[in-house]
C-alpha cells in the first residue's frame, strides 16, 4: 500500500452551507424498566456539511447509524448533544412547535415505498397531504400542484396515477409518489433514506437521475443516505463514510472511491461485486470487523492502529476537503 | 451426461379471470459438471424464483401448466410420483437455499434440530450420527459447533444464511438452489457468504444454481449466466463472455444500468416499463423497450445458438435475419468472442 501523508485540516471558513452538523451525539436508552436499564450510542461525535443544491451521500452498512444522522438532520430526532445548523439557525434544541419553517424547507423520502405508504389514500391524496396540514384550502390550487409534483417525478400520465392506490404500482412507481409527497413543499434540502434499495435493479438508475434532474430543476440538496458506495460514486458529490456512529472518511466522491486512505472504506469497496471478469473468483477480504461490535477501529487495519489514543480528523496531503479520521496517525503527525 | 439437464421446462400460474401468467416458459439449461455454477440472472417477476419452486416441486395451488424435462443424471423427474420425488429427489438430491434467512429458520427450535430434521426424516442418521453431522456442517459453513443448541435469534443475519447453507447441505445434495441468498445482508456479510459458496463450489464440487437480481454478484461465483426476462432465457453463455460482450440487447442494457464503482460512464436507465405477465406483447417479448427492435422482430424469436454453447433469443444474432443491422448491432460482441 501506498504511504499516505496526513496532514491537520486547514480550517476553511465555510460560506455558509445548507446543513451543518456539528460534533452531534445521539443515544438511545434501551431497555428500560425498574432494575434494568441500558443505553446505545448510535452517533458519536458527527460532523457533516450539505451546501445548496449540491448531494452528500452518507455512505455505511446496517448499524453504522447513517439513518439515525438523516433523521437527526431534519429533527425527527433531538440528539443528545451537538448544534444541527439549518441555513444558520441551530434547530438542536429547538420545540417542535416551532419548527414549522423547517418543515416546509426539509422533507425526507423514505427506504420502504411498500410500508410508507397508507395503502388506504389515493395517490393524489398521499401528495395533497402535506397541503392538507399546511392549510391550503383551495381545492384547484391544491390539484394543481400535485399535478405539477406527478409531472416533477415523471408519474404520467398523470391521469393515470392520481386516482389510483399504491397497492396497484410498482415498486418504482411507489418511490415517485414518496418523492412526489417531498417535493410537494418546494424543499431546498430533502433526506434520501436508501430511496433505492427496495426498488429493482434496473429501475434504480431512473430514480437516482430523477433526484438529480430535480436537483437541477429546483436546486434541491440531497442527503443521501446509501450503503451501496458504487451508485454514491455516481450521483453525489461528496461521500462520507459511517462506522460504528462515526463518521471515519469524508471528501469528494472520486477522492473517496480512487484515493480511499481508511481501512474501512478499502473493506467497503474491495466488498463491491462489479461484474467485471477480472474480479471473478476472488475471494474477498472480509476482515472481521462487524464481529467486533464497540470497536471503533477496524481489527484489519493496516497501521495496526490502537484505540487507546481517540481519532483525530486530518487531511490527506495534497487532497483538500479529504478528510480522514485515524486513531494512529496524529503520533506520526506531531 | 449432463449432471442437470433441463429442457423446454414450463411451469404457468392461473391468475384467475382466464389470465394465465408465464412464470417459467420454455426454459433449458444444463449443468455439465460438479461445481459448475450457473447464475440465473433477472429482475422481479421475471420468473427466477418459479424456476426454483419448479426444480424443487414446491408448487402453489394454482399451477395451470407444468411439463418439459428434468434430467438428473439421466433420470427423468418431470414424470416421478410426488411421494417418490420427495423421498428420492428433493433435498437429497436438490436442495435449495431461501432468500429471507430471517424468516425462513423456526424461531423457537434450536439450530441444532433444525439441521438435523431433514437427517432424522431421511432415515439414515440416528440420534448421535445426526448429532455428528450437525457438527460437521456447521463447521463447513464456519460456524462454532457450540452454535447448535443457540435459538435463531441469537445468530446476526449473516449467520443465519449460513445455517441455511448448512441445511440445504444436510444430505449431500449434487445441486444447490440459492434464491437471492444474500439480498437482505450487508455487503461485507454478503462478500462472506460469497466466499463460503466460492469454497463449497471447489470442495465438495457442489454444482450450483444461483439466482439473482444483481448481475455483478452472479459474475463472482458462476461460470455461465443465464439472463432471464418475463419467463424466457433471453441469454445464455459463459460469464467471462456475457459481462463483456452480450448478445442480447436486455443484457447490455441491464449491464449499463449498474452504477460502476471504478468507471466514469454514467449508469442508463433502462428504457421503456416491466412487461405485464398477463398480457405479453407479440413476438419478442422485449421489443416494446428494445432500442434495435425492427419489423421481424413481431417474430418470436427461438433461442438462436452461439458458438461457445450458449444461446441469444434476439434475431440480431442470425446474420440471415438481422442482415446490415447483425454487422452495427453485434459487430463488436463478434470481435470479443474470438
Redesign the interface.
Known sequence: MTETLLVPPAVVPKSGPLLALDDVSMVFQTRKGLFRGGTVTAVSGVSLVVAHGETLALVG??GSGKTTVGRISIRLLQPTSGRVLFDGQDISQVPEEQLGWLRKRAAIVFQDPFSSLNPYMTVSDLVAEPLVIDGVNDVDARRAQVRAALEAVDLTPIERFVHAYPTSM?GGQRQRVGIARALIRNPDYIVADEPVSMV???????IL?LLNGLQRDHDVAFLYIT?????A???ADHIAVMHLGSIVETGSAPQI??QPVHPYTR???????????A????????EP??DAPGAAIHPGCPHGGSIDEPAVLLEVSGQPGHIVACHLEPARAR | MSLLAVDNLHLWYDAGGGNVVRAVDGVSFTLEERGEALGIVGESGSGKSSLALALMRMLPKNVARFDGSVRLDGQELIALPDDQFRREIRWSRIAMVFQGAMSVLNPVLRIGEQIAEPLLLDGRFDKAGARARVRDLLQRVGLPADFASRYPHELSGGQRQRVGIATALALDPDVLILDEPTSALDVSVQAQIMNLLKDLKEDPGISMLFITHDIGLASDLCDRIAVTYAGEQMELGPADRVLVAPRHPYSQLLLASLPRLHSDVPPRPMPGDPPDLTSLPLGCRFHPRCPYAFEVCLNHPPPIPLPDRGHARCWLNDPFVAGERYEIHLRPVEAAVD
Open positions: 452498512e446496517s410498482s429493482d435493479a434496473s429501475s434504480r438508475v431512473e437521475d450503503h451501496d458506495i458504487a451508485s460514486r455516481h450521483f472511491i480512487d473493506a467497503l469497496i474491495a466488498a463491491v461485486p462489479e461484474p467485471d471478469p474480479n471473478r473468483f476472488r475471494r474477498r477480504a472480509t470487523w462487524q
